[in-house]
C-alpha cells in the first residue's frame, strides 16, 4: 500500500488565508482573492518535466502527482486558492467509456455515443467511491500538504457539457451531433442528463468528505445551446446539482460555497444568480458592470479577464486588471481569468496579473 493511500481526511492544518472562501459568500477580504482556471497547467516548466512521457489519465489517477501538479504554481505565485489538478471527462470513464488523451488531438472516445440504445451500455448507477476512490485520496492528500496555506477547489463538468464530449468523441466546433441528440432524442437526453446529474452530486459530494472547501461546475458548452435549450437541458440539471449538494451537505452541518461557470452563456445570467450557488464564474466576453446589474448584488462574481491579455507587457497587463477591479468592485468578488491559461503563456506574466489584482485591490479598498 503506498504510505499515501494511509493519509486520512481529518485532521487538516488550519486555514491561514480565507480571503477566497470570505469573497465567496460576499464578505469583506483583505484583498480582491485571485486564482486562475487551469493554473496547474502546460504553461509552466516545471509542469511539462512532471507529465513529460506520462500517460495523462495514468497521471489523473495517481494521487501523488494530481497533489504535485496542484501545488506547482502555488510555489511560484501567491494565487488565493488551489484547485485540484483532475479533469471532467473521469465520470464517462467512471461509467465504462473509454476516453484517451491523444497528442495533438486532445481528449478522444473511440466508441462514443451514437444511438439512444447506446445508453444501455453505460453503467446507470455507478459506485463513485470506488470508481473515483482516486480523486478522493489526490484531494485528501492534497489538502493536507497544503498545510492550511490557501482553500482547495474540487471541480466538475456539468452534464450538458459531458454529454456533448461522450457524444462528439471530443472537441467539436458546433456540437452537432450532441445537440442532434436534444432535437431528435429530448426524451433519451433527459435520460442521459438525469444520470449524469445523479453521478455528479454523489462526486461532488465526495470531494467535500476527501477536504474540497469550495465547488466549481464547468458548464464549458453551454455557449452552444440557446437560450430555450439551456433553459430545458442544462439551468435545470445544475440548479439539481447545486439544491441536492447542498441539502445532504446542510444534514452533516456543513456548508461549501459552490461556483457555477458556464462559458458563453450571456443569455442565462440572471437565471443562473438565482440557481443555489453562491458564485457565478464569468468569461471575458461580459462587461464588468453589466454582470454586477444582472446578477442584482444576489451572487459574488468571479472572472473574467481575457486569458490573451496576458500576452501584453505586464504594465498593460497591470493596466487591464486595474479596470476591471473598478468595474467589478472589491465585495463578492474573485479575480480570474475568463476561462483556462494557454500553454505558451509566459509564467512571468500570469505572476504580474496575480500581482496587480492584490496591488490594486488593496489599494482600492484603502480608499474607502
Known amino acids: 500500500m503506498d504510505k499515501d493511500d494511509l493519509i486520512l481526511p481529518k485532521d487538516f492544518p488550519k486555514l491561514k488565508n480565507d480571503a477566497f472562501l470570505l469573497a465567496c459568500r460576499g464578505q469583506k477580504t483583505p484583498h480582491v482573492p485571485v486564482w486562475c482556471m487551469r493554473q496547474a497547467g502546460r504553461y509552466l516548466p516545471e509542469f511539462r518535466e512532471s507529465r513529460a512521457g506520462k500517460d495523462f489519465f495514468a497521471t489523473c489517477r495517481s494521487p501523488a502527482a494530481c497533489c504535485e501538479l496542484t501545488l506547482q504554481p502555488l510555489r511560484r505565485f501567491p494565487f488565493d486558492a488551489a484547485i485540484i489538478f483532475s479533469d471532467i471527462l473521469v465520470i464517462p470513464q467512471a461509467m465504462g467509456m473509454d476516453v484517451q488523451m491523444v497528442a495533438g488531438k486532445g481528449p478522444t472516445f473511440p466508441e462514443p455515443l451514437k444511438e439512444p440504445e447506446d445508453l444501455l451500455l ?20 492534497t489538502r493536507h500538504k497544503l498545510e492550511g496555506k490557501v482553500p482547495l477547489i474540487g471541480f466538475t463538468g456539468a452534464p450538458w457539457t459531458l454529454m456533448a464530449y461522450m457524444i462528439e468523441g471530443g472537441g467539436s466546433t458546433t456540437q452537432s451531433k450532441a445537440k442532434r441528440w436534444l432535437y431528435r432524442h429530448p426524451e433519451a437526453s433527459h435520460q442521459l442528463l438525469k444520470m449524469l446529474t445523479d453521478i455528479i452530486v454523489e462526486y461532488l459530494l465526495g470531494q467535500v468528505a476527501a477536504g474540497a472547501q469550495a465547488l466549481q461546475v464547468f458548464e464549458s458548452h453551454a455557449g452552444y445551446l440557446g437560450p430555450v435549450e439551456f433553459q430545458e437541458f442544462s439551468l435545470p440539471y445544475l ?3 447545486a439544491r441536492k449538494v447542498k441539502d445532504q451537505l446542510k444534514e452533516s452541518g456543513q456548508d461549501v460555497p459552490m461556483i457555477v461557470f458556464a462559458k458563453d452563456g450571456h443569455y442565462g445570467l440572471e437565471d443562473l444568480s438565482q440557481s443555489h450557488y453562491e458564485v457565478v ?29 496576458l500576452y501584453a507587457p505586464k504594465e498593460r497587463i497591470s493596466e487591464i486588471v486595474k ?23 509566459d509564467p512571468e506574466n500570469v505572476g504580474a496579473f496575480v500581482e496587480a489584482v492584490h496591488t490594486h485591490s488593496r489599494h482600492l479598498l484603502n480608499l474607502k
Open 122 to 141: 453505460l453503467q446507470s448507477k455507478v459506485d463513485v467511491n470506488k470508481e473515483l476512490d482516486y480523486v478522493f485520496k489526490a484531494i485528501t492528500l
Open 239 to 241: 440548479r439539481d446539482i
Open 281 to 309: 464564474g464569468l468569461d471575458w466576453t461580459i462587461d464588468p458592470r453589466s454582470a454586477r446589474e444582472r446578477t442584482g448584488g444576489k451572487v459574488s462574481l468571479q472572472g473574467n479577464m481575457d486569458p490573451c491579455a
Open 323 to 345: 479596470k476591471m477591479l473598478e468595474g467589478f468592485g472589491t465585495r463578492g468578488y474573485i479575480a480570474n481569468l475568463g476561462h483556462g491559461l494557454y500553454p505558451d503563456m
